[in-house]
Each structure stands twice: as C-alpha cells, then as structure tokens.
C-alpha cells in the first residue's frame, strides 16, 4: 500500500493535505538543511537507536490459493458453548440484575495475571460474576486456516502476540492495552480484524439460519404462528465500529481487515476509490515514510505517514463472497470513522440511530485521538447503544431482547489501543466501559527516558490535593514561585522554552505573558501558521524574543527542533515521553552548548502520574511523589 | 336469586379473587354478574350498562383468567377512542393482573413511535391501543402483527364503529384473526345492525344491564336557564357557589375550554384545561392535577367525556349543551359512579331549549332548575367581562407565539406523524357524530 513511488511533492506533517498540494512552500528544509539536524554532540535520542533497528514494514500479502470455502458456508454449529452465542445470543447468561447492578456501581473484582506476550494484566470482573472462559476455538475455521498459515510466515513473537491477544479477546470482554510498542501494530490490528470479522460472519449466519427457519415454518404451516425465539439481530445493522484519527489509519486497518479475506473467495468491492480517497494522491511524496530512517522520530513518522485528513467515515459491508467499501451506514456491518466524521454526521442527520447496535467496538491510537479533540471522541462513546429515534425498518420480532430492554451497552465489547496512557483514557476504561463480561487492562513498568547527559533536571513539585484545582495551584506556583525566580537570573531569563502540555494551560498562560510578565515571547501553538511559526523561531533564535512558548499539540504534529534554547521549563511533563528527550536535545544543536549551560525545570504534582511515570520510570515517579 | 353472588361464585380463579381483594372490589356489579358467566362460556359478548358500573372490570376479568391458563405475548388487544382512557384500562389490567405479572402496553397517539415498537416487540399480555396508531403499527412496524390474539375488546364499541373510527377499524379487524372472542362494551350502544356486523362477531350474547338509555338514579340533575350573553357569568357564580367540589365543566370547543379556564383563574378558581391541543403530556399532566385533587376544576373538551374514571367528580357542569343525547349520557356519566351521588347542571341558553327537551326525553327524566340570586349575577358580571377580556388577550398571545414558533395549530396536531395518526383523533376535533369539518369557532 505504500505510495512512495510519487517523487513531486513532498508532505511534511500537516493535518490538512491539501494544504500540502504541489504548490504549497515548504520552508523546512530551506531554513534547517537536514544535514545541520543530525549534528548531535552528547544529545542520544531514546528512540533513535530503535528507529535504526527497526525492521523496514514490508507488506506481505500472502494469497493462499484455496478451495472456494462457500460450501462449508452452513458449517456444522460448534456446540452450544459458542463465545458469541453465549455473550450475544438472545438470552446471554452473565446478564443479570446483579452483574449490571455491579457495573453500575463500579464495582468490580481485581486480579493480576500474567497474559504470555501481552505481559502483566489487570482483569476485573463484576462482583458476583465469574470471569467467562476464554478459547481459542471462538475463531471460526474458515477464518482460522487461512489465519494460520499466514502467521507461519512471520516471526514467532508477532504469532504468540496474536495468540495471546485472541484468547484473550475471545470471551468478548473489554480489553485496554495502553502501552502497545509501534511494531505490534500491526500483528494486533490484524488479530483484532480478525476477531471482528469473526464476530460479523457468526451474526450473520445466525440470522441467515433463522431466516431459513422462518421460510419453513411459513411453508410447512402458513396459518400457524411462527417461531419466536429468532431474536437475533439489533436495531441497525452495523455491529463493529471502528474510530481511528487518521484516514492513513483507516488504510491500514482495511489492510487488516482484507487480508482475513482472500482474493479467489472473496472480493473487495471499491478498492480502488477506497485506495485513492484513504492513500495520497497520486503525485504526492510521504516525505515522511520516504526519509532515512533516524531523520524524524519513529512516532512521528508512524502517526503522520500518509493521509492525514481526520474528518472521515466508511461503511464496510461483508456478505458471503465479498466485502463492499462504501456502503450505505444502515446497510453495512463495520464502520470505519473518525470522531470527528462520525460527529459530523450525527450532528448532521440529527440521529446516531447506526450507533445503536454496536457490538464491538475497536478504538486505535488514543494517543493520536487525545491530540486531536477529546471532546468529538466522548461525544461519539455518548451516542453508543442508545435506543434508536427511527426504526430503519427494523424487524421488531427479531431483535434480541436486551436491545428492546435497553441493556446493550453492558453486553458491547470494547478494545482500546494506545501508545501512553491519560487520565482521559483511564477515565475512559473506568467510568465508561460496562461489559459485564469484565476488562482487562494491560499494565507496563516504564524505564526512565534517556536524556543529554550532564543537564541538571529539576523536577519542582507543587502541593495539590484535589484534581479540580490542579490547573489552579499549577498556574499559581508558576506565575508566583517558578517565574520570578527564573526572570531574577540574568542566564535563566532568556532563551527560555517554556514548554506547556494542555491547550487550556497554553492558552492561560500565554495570556499572562501578555498581560504581566513584560517580557519579549514568542508562540508556537499548533494553530500557528508556518510563517508565524518561521518568525517565532527566528526571533527566538536570534534573542529577539526572551521566551518562547510551545505547546504540546505543536510539537506533536510539527516535530520543530528550536534552536537557541538554553533554559527549558516544562510546564507540566510532556504527555509524550520522547518529547522530553527531544525537548532537552535541543540546546545541543547550536555549537559550543556544554551540558553546564542548560538549565531545565519541571512542574509536577501527584496527577501527573502517568506522564511523570513515564519520563522518570515507574521506580522514579514512585518516589518522586513520595518525597513530595 | 338466592343469596347476592360473588366474585367466587362466578367462577373466578385464586389470583384474580386476591387481586380484587387488593383493590376493595367486593361485590360483583350488575354487568359483571351478567357478563362473566357468558365470557368464561368463551361466548362473544355485547356489553351495555350505565357509566360507572364496572364495565372495564367485565372484560378484563374473563380475558385475565384466559391467560393464565394460555400464558402468551400479545394475547389480547383492547381499542378505546381516546388516550386517557386508554391508559386507564390498562392502569385497571395491571392492578388486577398484578399477582399474574401481567404486562400490558399503551399504544396511543402523540407519543414517539420507536418506544412503542420497542414495547410491542416485548410481547405485553395485554395491548391496550386507540386505533389510529394501532394501525400504523401493524402497517409499519416490521415484525408487530396481532395474528396470535386470542381477544378484541373494543370499549365505547358505539363511538370506535360510528363514522369517523369505522374505515380504520375496519382495516384492524382484517389483520385480526378471525378466530377470537370479541367484546364489545359501552355505556350507549348503536342498535344499527350493519355497525355490529363490522366487529364481525360470532353468535354474540348482549348483555344489557339498562334496556333505555340511562343515567343513574344516584344522579341529581339540573339546569340552569339565561340569556347568552350572560352565560360566562351564570358559570363564574355556579362555579364559585360549588368551589368546594370537585367539578369538571365541559365545553364544545377547544377555544372554549382554555378560555374558560383562563377566566376561572383569573378570578381565582383554579382550574386546569384538557383538551386535544394539548401535548399528550400535558393532558396527561392536568388529569393527574385533577385526580390527585390538587385542582378542584378541569374543563374539558368531549375528549373527557368517556371512560374516564375520576371516583372524587362532584360536579359536572355543561357549559354547551351536547347536541347528541348519547353525549349528555357519558358527561353526565363521569359523576355519580359506582353508586355515590353527584350532580349536573347543564347551561341553557335561549336557543338551546329544544336540545334539552330531546335529551330529557331520551333519559326520561325532567331536569330541575337550580337557583340562583340575579343580585348576585348583576355584581359579578363586570368582573367577569373584565376576566373574559384578559382571556381573550391572553389566547391571542398564546396562539402568536405558538405561530411564532412556526408551529400553528395545525402542525401541532400531527407533530409529524402520518396522516393515520389524525384518525387517531380525539373526540373535540368533530364534534361526536357530526362527521363535516371543522366549525369555525364563532364568538358571540
């Protein structure tokens, strides 16, 4: 799927491609020739090494020339232990009055396993109930073969992954993996497509099956009333969603997903459109998948490869001999989207009616979605397994019946995959999800990020006792403590990068420097425009301008390196780890910087957990926030 | 008769004794001795006896003691013409059912349609429905059909065959099956043979409690007599004079009613307004005021004029004369139930002399007059056309804003919804028997 083979245009790392047509400037290069970036002195980037290491991504798409499995199509009922029958079946035995009082109550049993290649596991289990067997065999075996030949290809520790991962998604309970490294991606998307398609095509045969009961039931005795227990199906069609940030991400889980679907016996209808709306456009260079590996950091390049339009939405369709992109909402099975798109329309069509009957849903890159607009993401997750406002000419004998008793959300399975872990997607995990089949959730010791040696770290801790005041007390200390000790240097008081990690932060404390500090500033946000943004660096960068301030949000999607720093403040540790390295490699770039001359403070409190975790280690933070 | 039957004695089951028990049903009624032998034989039956005597009891007894012996989803469908009383025969099917677990749903206009997709594909026991949006269910609603039920009852039989039901019931009874026990009950039954014969019932029994049209004995019933012009104000005392009662007044038209309202409150009588302009949540909103006694007054349309239950109704006052007598019957009906007293007063204006001669002819009663003190007509009378000025203000603004809102009353009335709905209409939009359009309300 790569589409390097374009050499006209180059795309930097914007949201918007059109923004990076053929004529669009690109001042980059012409300002930081590329050779000038790699003149590190002590700096080692963390990441850099793995990036070199890293195994070039080749897509193998294996065609197993087979049989046509159609005939097996009305394969033989495994028994009645099936993991979809038993979780989605019309009568699903873990839903009771007391699991979903649990749920509701948030009460959930603990346990810490270990899960082979996904490591050490939190599972929690609603109170009462008992953790529902996980198998292998939930697979289908016309999914399964083919999935099996194709892992003998690839290295051993992709496979027992895979495995892993299935077993323990198979008994259809929450799964939260915070921590996923880049190169399990891909093994994970394609065990997790392949558990969504499993799950399509049981629906489906189930409601094929009881179809065919009802034609006999109609034939063999018209008058007679017909069967009733064919509740098989939910309001809307579409069973599994999928919310991505990118259209590049979309591209590469249908590669996910079509590769479960080989051609002879199946065929994917669209693809072209599909390849030409979800890839570049044809005369567009990836300058980011194109580079040397090294020359930007391997997140980057792995988030902002392709096309990164964020304002998408894609029904996929699956029927017996193929899979059909673009298919209408209520007459597809997986929806692909983005929250943004998926806000879109629901704000369009005034209805989320399509959302109603979401059976699993499958939530990729958190780390990208957080960067984006949390809000559009719990606007979606609110619409969830809400009783439709329209009936979409649903068949209303065949619906199962904790649809109609509006219990589907405690039956959905949700799978969550992100790079670090946030509050916002921990609040996610805890608050939201409320499968009654339990969660699991994916813990990860972290190691202490690698920095320049010799720079005195000074991590500054504020007292604060209640989340809601956080941003409070943050600002306080920071206008009243941190900055009129550093404006009272002389060194410290110029060329400072004052590095801010929350939006609603940046936007404070810019405000402040406006009004109070009366000193010279610049700002990198990532709303600046690449002028803006080549001015800031200019100014900053000749000591016009003391102070620079940089978001998170800009050093994410930009990956700017800014020269001329000498004093760092981060204002909160940076969500993304790598960032701290990068930030703290900054002042190396310029000549003759010795370690001795960078200064580098870091605000923290005991709710910056998990991005403190994740600089310090998990040790470090530990103690970190006992000293405090 | 030996000794007065009871409720054991007529052959009813364990949990429906204790049921009743619960609710202080001691002795059977009149129509529920008649009927229930013929209704536990399976028989088809036609029910008319006088308002207030236990009618919705009749029907819902037999078909609760059916299905507990053929426990089924969807096994019995009752039809009503309006929504209150809708929702009060399947309150009264759940009250006795209760023992049973008996499940029933509503089924009516003006209330969104998936919830009620949602409730029919639960398969209730019991569907309790007004028939337009029966119709429209059983037509759009994918996978709702009545194939399997066992019981039709259609209470006010002689309102839901007349004219303005008819086409739609009929189009009902041909997804029904025709295999089934079918009631028919109402305080005034239509003797025309061709409207039974739309029920398509089989070897029916009628059971009639009253041979003539009746209203019962325990009702005291007046008029009061006065010029047109003065109508307001002759209400205004009576009201005042009866202000301990609960009363309910009923009016010809929709304008009528809120006007009259607004001019009671006013003076300071509160009264809360129900008719069919009003949400289903509203009128639902004013009959539990009324019920609950936190309001003394309700002025109503025809829309309350069957059916409903209110034991507490002192007082019912006619504001309009009701052009048919069947219709004076079932106002008058809603006081004086169950064998305590109560009283009417119909308003007589000059014109409207031969209306009440008809209708005492029809129940065979002379009315008597009630008294009044001119003096103190005289001295209410400024006030009141003060009030009626306000009123008018005030329903002219109600009726601009409710343009503003790019919602006149026309789009109100069918809040999107089919056009089937419209049938699902209530009984203050035509006047009851008087199938033509709308009258233009005309003022005096």
């Known amino acids: 799927m790569s589409l390097s083979q374009n050499p006209t245009t180059r795309l930097l790392t914007l949201l918007n491609v059109s923004a990076t047509k053929a004529g669009s400037k690109r001042k980059w290069t012409d300002e930081f020739p590329a050779e000038k970036l790699n003149k590190r002195k002590t700096a080692r980037f963390a990441d850099s090494s793995e990036a070199d290491s890293a195994p070039a991504v080749v897509e193998v798409v294996i065609e197993t020339p087979e049989e046509p499995m159609d005939t097996d199509e009305p394969e033989a009922e495994a028994d009645g232990e099936d993991a979809y029958e038993s979780h989605f079946g019309p009568t699903p035995s873990l839903l009771s009055e007391s699991s979903r009082a649990a749920v509701d109550r948030r009460a959930w049993a603990a346990s810490r396993k270990t899960y082979g290649k996904l490591g050490s596991v939190v599972e929690l289990v609603p109170e009462g109930s008992q953790a529902g067997p996980s198998s292998e065999s939930a697979i289908l075996e016309r999914l399964r073969t083919p999935f099996k030949k194709r892992q003998a290809k690839q290295p051993r520790d992709q496979t027992e992954l895979q495995d892993d991962l299935l077993s323990a998604i198979s008994s259809n309970r929450d799964a939260y993996l915070p921590s996923t490294s880049w190169e399990h991606k891909k093994p994970l998307r394609e065990a997790i497509s392949l558990h969504a398609i499993n799950h399509v095509t049981k629906k489906r045969r189930r409601v094929l099956k009881n179809n065919e009961r009802l034609a006999h039931a109609a034939k063999a005795d018209s008058s007679a009333s017909p069967p009733e227990d064919v509740q098989d199906q939910g309001f809307t069609r579409p069973s599994v969603l999928i919310l991505l940030p990118f259209r590049s991400s979309a591209l590469d889980w249908f590669t996910a997903l079509t590769s479960h679907t080989p051609a002879p016996a199946l065929q994917v209808e669209n693809q072209s459109r599909f390849l030409a709306e979800y890839g570049l456009s044809p005369g567009m260079v990836d300058k980011l998948a194109t580079a040397e590996p090294g020359v930007y950091p391997r997140d980057h390049v792995e988030t902002f490869k392709g096309n990164v339009d964020d304002n998408f939405r894609v029904g996929v369709k699956l029927t017996r001999k193929s899979v059909k992109m673009f298919s209408e909402f209520y007459g597809c099975d997986i929806i692909m989207a983005s929250p943004l798109g998926l806000r879109r329309s629901i704000e369009k069509e005034k209805s989320a009616d399509y959302l109603s009957s979401i059976e699993v849903l499958v939530v990729d890159q958190l780390e990208a979605l957080t960067m984006q607009n949390w809000e559009h993401v719990k606007f979606v997750l609110s619409h969830l397994n809400k009783l439709p406002k329209d009936s979409h000419n649903a068949d209303f004998s065949r619906i199962k019946p904790w649809y109609l008793d509006g219990h589907a959300e405690y039956l959905r399975q949700s799978i969550l995959l992100s790079t670090l872990e946030t509050p916002e997607t921990r609040s996610l995990f805890n608050t939201t999800l409320k499968n009654v089949a339990g969660k699991m959730r994916v813990e990860k010791r972290w190691t202490p990020v690698q920095v320049p040696e010799g720079i005195d770290q000074n991590l500054t801790h504020f007292d604060c006792s209640n989340p809601k005041d956080e941003a409070d007390k943050r600002f306080n200390y920071f206008t009243t403590q941190l900055l009129p000790l550093v404006l009272k240097s002389a060194v410290q008081s110029s060329n400072t990068a004052v590095f801010i990690p929350s939006s609603f932060d940046f936007i404070r404390v810019q405000n402040y420097f406006k009004k109070y500090s009366g000193v010279s500033f610049a700002v990198l946000s990532e709303y600046s425009t690449n002028q803006e943004i080549s001015r800031a660096r200019q100014a900053f960068f000749t000591g016009k301008k003391a102070f620079i301030l940089i978001s998170e949000r800009f050093h994410f999607y930009k990956r700017y390196k800014i020269r001329g720093i000498r004093n760092l403040i981060f204002y909160g540790p940076p969500e993304h780890p790598q960032f701290y390295t990068e930030l703290l490699s900054c002042p190396f770039l310029d000549e003759g910087v010795e370690a001795a001359d960078v200064t580098c403070r870091v605000l923290y409190s005991k709710y910056d957990w998990f991005r403190l975790e994740r600089i310090a280690g998990t040790e470090g933070a530990l103690e970190l926030i006992k000293a405090a | ?444």
């Open chain 2, 1 to 444: 008769m030996s000794s007065p039957p009871s409720f054991k004695s007529l052959g009813l089951i364990d949990p429906l004794l204790e049921a009743l028990e619960q609710v202080n049903f001691t002795t059977p009624t009149e129509i529920q001795v008649e009927a229930l032998p013929h209704a536990l034989e399976g028989r088809d039956i036609i029910g008319v006896a006088s308002t207030g005597s236990g009618k919705t009891a009749a029907f819902a007894l037999p078909i609760l003691q059916k299905l507990w012996e053929d426990p089924k989803g969807l096994f019995a469908c009752v039809m009503a013409p309006t929504r209150e009383l809708a929702f009060q025969i399947s309150q009264q099917f759940e009250s006795l059912g209760s023992s049973m677990g008996v499940r029933s749903a509503v089924i009516v206009g003006g209330v969104e349609t998936i919830a009620q997709s949602v409730a029919l594909a639960k398969r209730p026991h019991i569907v309790v429905a007004t028939p337009g949006r029966l119709l429209w269910h059983l037509e759009n609603t994918k996978g709702f059909s009545l194939k399997g039920i066992k019981f039709l009852v259609l209470d006010e039989a002689d309102r839901l065959l007349d004219m303005d039901f008819g086409p739609v019931i009929d189009r009902i009874l041909k997804l029904v099956p025709t295999e089934r026990t079918t009631y028919l009950f109402s305080a005034t039954m239509t003797s025309k043979v061709a409207k039974l014969q739309r029920a398509s019932l089989s070897n029916p029994v009628k059971v009639e409690v009253s041979t003539k049209y009746q209203t019962v004995s325990t009702l005291l019933q007046y008029y009061l007599f006065m010029p047109l012009q003065d109508k307001d104000t002759y209400l205004v005392s009576l009201a005042n004079s009866l202000a301990q009662n609960s009363m309910i007044i009923f009016t010809r038209t929709v304008h009528d009613a809120g006007r009259i309202c607004i001019i009671l409150r006013t003076l300071g009588l509160p009264a809360v307004p129900l008719h069919g302009q009003l949400s289903q949540s509203q009128r639902l909103g004013a009959l539990g005021k009324f019920k609950s006694g936190s309001r003394k007054v309700l002025v109503a349309t025809d829309i309350a004029s069957r059916g409903l239950d209110i034991p507490s109704v002192d007082v019912v006052i006619n504001f309009d004369i009701p052009t048919h007598s069947k219709d004076y019957i079932h106002r008058v009906g809603r006081t004086a139930r169950a064998g305590r007293a109560g009283k009417s007063i119909t308003l007589v204006t000059q014109y409207d002399v031969e209306l009440v001669q008809r209708i005492e002819q029809t129940i065979g009663k002379q009315m008597e007059l009630w008294p009044t003190d001119p003096e103190e007509i005289a001295l209410l009378k400024e006030r009141v056309n003060e009030a009626g000025r306000v009123a008018a203000v005030e329903l002219k603004e109600q009726n601009a804003n409710a343009k503003g809102g790019g919602n006149g009353r026309k789009h109100r009335r069918d809040d999107g919804r089919s056009r089937e709905d419209e049938r699902d209409r209530d009984d203050d939009v035509v006047e009851a028997g008087i199938p033509t359009q709308r009258k233009k309300f005309k003022s005096r």
